[in-house]
């Protein structure tokens, strides 16, 4: 989502991926089971990566 259609811009963030950090790869190397859905009846899995500066 562009920035210039948030609803609320002043608390938009960046997605991981614009650090380079390589969600799935990361996710799997901490054991946890994480897969790209194929279908939209397919379970999501959900998680929350908080990055502490």
């Not at 938009?12 to 190397?29: L, Q």
Request: aromatic share 10%.
């Amino acid at each position: 989502m562009e920035r210039s259609l948030c609803n609320q811009p002043e608390r938009a963030r960046p997605a991981p991926e614009a650090f380079a950090v390589d969600v799935y790869a990361t996710f799997k190397k901490l054991g946890y089971p994480i897969a790209v859905r194929t279908e939209p009846t397919q379970s999501m899995d959900r998680y929350v990566l908080l990055m502490v500066e």
